[in-house]
């Protein structure tokens, strides 16, 4: 490391010289890297082939890929797709190339935000992954299913990342608070248990987001002879979100009371429960998740509209933000509380995953295959608008004719659904 990289690397922020260098002191993303994981085992033996982390912003996918760099004997490029182009991509694959005949050393790409290139920029480097000319290793927070072309998602093995939990994020904080040549230790920094712990659950499962916050509380502190103490109230406006002014066995006792007084149809209590959470520091986005549940478990069909009430009111909400953001999400929770209820649908959904549980592996009704690319031709299969629109026709495999999932209710709209019976 020359001069000018040791200055870049004093100047980088907490999260970023605070990146772990070895898998053994990786945090988090415990079921990904459990030594007898397959994606450790692959790492360990230097066996990784192409590859994409998928997850939330903060949870570790640029670290995972440096520690993969720096465990192996390959050459490493590093790109990022905001800013790189089809160009860029040709030029890491004609040195990987020479790189392999030439001396059999091997070549990983490392393509930050992956789900930023275009149709045109994955195929440039196609051909290249196939033949493991490069190893591909994609990170990005968005899906790869749907951002992402299929030709390059299906070359390559998908590693979802999770949050991390707050006990993880908090390990994470102490760790920098300790570290002396990277972190924060050479600062005196006094900080309470309690403190950490509200930067860590506030953090929303971003690691990132948290070591942030924690060095712009050090660094915006006053010290003296007895260093500085980083409070509450510090803590709060470095991450930007107010401490809850409840207990944690409270807090979850108001959720609880909230949801039940959706189902017993109480609209008084089902808002003095959700006010009281938001205005004890609560996430606003909780109350509309668990309306959202709600709409579809305890209303469900006996009024279809509150699911798409409630789903707007989370939609607004994002946009607009507190306060008014508070408007439209009481009216949906007036709504889902004032609406008829029936759990036909949870209770159906339920009956369907013991069913698949008990008989996942009986065979499709011949003439409900794909009949696309059949050799032998069934042509018993009815289709429902030659009859009509409905024809009586055994649908279920032959284990399970007689189940029944769902049965409607006698409530609001539920109490006029028909199902067609079949004949015995």
Same mark, same amino acid.
């Given at each position: 490391?020359?001069?000018?990289?040791?200055?870049?690397? %004093?100047?980088?922020?907490?999260?970023?010289?605070?990146? =772990?260098?070895?898998?053994?002191?990786?945090?988090?993303?415990?079921?990904?890297?459990?030594?007898?994981?397959?994606?450790?085992?692959?790492?360990?033996?230097?066996?990784? !082939?192409? *590859?994409?982390?998928?997850?939330?912003?903060?949870?570790?996918?640029? &670290?995972?890929?440096?520690?993969?760099?720096?465990?192996?004997?390959?050459?490493?490029?590093?790109?990022?797709?905001?800013?790189?182009?089809?160009?860029?991509?040709?030029?890491?694959?004609?040195?990987?190339?020479?790189?392999?005949?030439?001396? !059999?050393?091997?070549?990983?790409?490392?393509?930050?935000?992956?789900?930023?290139?275009?149709?045109?920029?994955?195929?440039?480097?196609?051909?290249?992954?196939?033949?493991?000319?490069?190893?591909?290793?994609?990170? &990005?927070?968005?899906?790869?299913?749907?951002?992402?072309?299929?030709?390059?998602?299906?070359? =390559?093995?998908?590693?979802?990342?999770?949050?991390?939990?707050?006990?993880?994020?908090?390990?994470?904080?102490?760790?920098?608070?300790?570290?002396?040549?990277?972190?924060?230790?050479?600062?005196?920094?006094?900080?309470?248990?309690?403190?950490?712990?509200?930067?860590?659950?506030?953090?929303?499962?971003?690691?990132?987001?948290?070591?942030?916050?924690?060095?712009?509380?050090?660094?915006?502190?006053?010290?003296?002879?007895?260093?500085?103490?980083?409070?509450?109230?510090?803590?709060?406006? *470095?991450?930007?979100?107010?401490?809850?002014?409840?207990?944690?066995?409270?807090?979850?006792?108001?959720?609880?009371?909230? =949801?039940?007084?959706?189902?017993?149809?109480?609209?008084?209590?089902?808002?003095?429960?959700?006010?009281?959470?938001?205005?004890?520091?609560?996430?606003?986005?909780?109350? =509309?998740?668990?309306?959202?549940?709600?709409?579809?478990?305890?209303?469900?069909?006996?009024?279809?509209?509150?699911? &798409?009430?409630?789903?707007?009111?989370?939609?607004?909400?994002?946009?607009?933000?507190?306060?008014?953001?508070?408007?439209?999400?009481?009216?949906?929770?007036?709504?889902?509380?004032?609406?008829?209820?029936?759990?036909?649908?949870?209770?159906?959904?339920?009956?369907?995953?013991?069913?698949?549980?008990?008989?996942?592996?009986?065979?499709?009704?011949?003439?409900? *295959?794909?009949?696309?690319?059949?050799?032998?031709?069934?042509? %018993?299969?009815?289709?429902?608008?030659?009859? !009509?629109?409905?024809?009586?026709?055994?649908?279920?495999?032959?284990?399970?004719?007689?189940?029944?999932?769902?049965?409607?209710?006698?409530? !609001?709209?539920?109490?006029?659904?028909?199902?067609?019976? %079949?004949?015995?």
């Amino acid at each position: 490391m020359d001069l000018f990289d040791e200055k870049r690397r %004093k100047s980088a922020p907490l999260a970023e010289r605070m990146r =772990c260098v070895k898998l053994e002191d990786f945090i988090g993303q415990t079921h990904l890297i459990d030594k007898n994981s397959i994606l450790s085992r692959a790492i360990r033996a230097d066996r990784l !082939g192409s *590859c994409i982390f998928y997850g939330p912003p903060g949870t570790g996918k640029s &670290t995972l890929a440096n520690i993969i760099a720096e465990s192996t004997g390959a050459r490493f490029k590093f790109l990022n797709a905001v800013s790189s182009g089809v160009s860029d991509a040709k030029n890491v694959v004609e040195e990987a190339k020479v790189e392999l005949s030439g001396f !059999g050393r091997k070549t990983y790409l490392t393509l930050e935000e992956c789900h930023r290139w275009s149709k045109a920029q994955s195929d440039s480097i196609l051909s290249a992954v196939e033949k493991g000319e490069i190893i591909f290793i994609g990170t &990005t927070t968005e899906n790869p299913y749907v951002s992402m072309t299929r030709a390059i998602v299906s070359r =390559c093995r998908i590693f979802e990342f999770k949050e991390l939990t707050p006990l993880e994020i908090k390990n994470g904080l102490k760790r920098a608070l300790e570290n002396k040549e990277r972190g924060l230790g050479n600062y005196n920094i006094i900080i309470d248990d309690l403190v950490l712990q509200f930067i860590a659950e506030s953090a929303n499962g971003d690691m990132r987001t948290a070591l942030n916050a924690l060095e712009l509380a050090v660094l915006s502190s006053e010290f003296d002879d007895n260093g500085a103490k980083i409070t509450l109230d510090v803590a709060e406006q *470095c991450i930007q979100k107010r401490a809850m002014s409840v207990n944690t066995d409270l807090y979850y006792n108001l959720i609880s009371a909230f =949801c039940k007084s959706l189902r017993g149809s109480d609209p008084d209590a089902a808002l003095y429960y959700a006010m009281r959470i938001i205005e004890a520091g609560g996430d606003p986005l909780l109350i =509309c998740r668990r309306l959202i549940v709600h709409s579809a478990e305890d209303v469900g069909l006996a009024d279809p509209r509150a699911l &798409t009430i409630a789903v707007s009111a989370m939609q607004a909400f994002e946009k607009i933000g507190l306060p008014e953001g508070r408007i439209p999400l009481t009216e949906a929770i007036i709504y889902v509380a004032l609406a008829p209820k029936s759990n036909s649908v949870v209770t159906a959904l339920y009956s369907a995953v013991e069913s698949v549980k008990d008989a996942n592996d009986v065979a499709v009704p011949s003439y409900l *295959c794909d009949q696309s690319y059949s050799i032998t031709k069934n042509n %018993k299969y009815k289709y429902p608008h030659d009859y !009509g629109g409905y024809v009586e026709q055994q649908y279920l495999p032959d284990k399970l004719k007689d189940k029944v999932f769902y049965k409607p209710s006698t409530n !609001g709209y539920e109490s006029h659904i028909v199902i067609l019976k %079949k004949k015995k």
